[in-house]
């Protein structure tokens, strides 16, 4: 059994099956890099700045758009993964959480960063699973430092370096 990676648009256009495919490979190579090999299911839903301001205004109470959330289901530290028992019985598949990417804001900030849209999408969806797998940034030091770090490597593997 493989992981499920599902994207969704709720946007008309903004789904393409080229792209599906690009988060799909980048989220597996996030996966495999992080040792994850147990098969797990990952929702993503791409939106825009509007769709993603109102998720990040229902879900956090934020009332603002933002690039990328991440909603996992465990609560875990970096290295830790869920164990097979917390499967689904009905898919035998980890539910490791669920992510939304604003389209809009990828490619906004890829042309402000100066790089490819596909880097952009790629680096938020890496960034998005981190999260699901317990790796936070919210303090400017070590933990910080150790995400970023990751997410690099990743980005390295996937060739889409900065």
Aim: proline share 6%.
């Amino acid at each position: 059994m493989t992981h499920q990676i599902s994207v969704t648009g709720n946007r008309r256009g903004i789904n393409p099956p080229s792209l599906r495919a690009l988060l799909r490979n980048a989220v597996k190579t996030a996966l495999s890099a992080e040792g994850m090999n147990d098969p797990c299911e990952i929702n993503i839903l791409l939106t825009d700045d509007e769709g993603i301001h109102e998720v990040n205004l229902e879900m956090r109470n934020i009332d603002r758009p933002t690039d990328v959330l991440s909603f996992p289901m465990f609560d875990l530290v970096p290295g830790e993964h869920p164990d097979e028992m917390d499967a689904d019985p009905a898919t035998g598949r980890i539910p490791l959480g669920d992510m939304c990417i604003s389209v809009e804001r990828a490619r906004a900030q890829a042309q402000e960063y100066g790089h490819s849209f596909e880097r952009e999408i790629c680096y938020l969806s890496v960034h998005s699973v981190l999260h699901l797998l317990g790796y936070d940034h919210l303090d400017e030091g070590e933990m910080k430092q150790q995400m970023r770090a990751r997410e690099e490597e990743i980005m390295s593997e996937l060739k889409l370096e900065r």
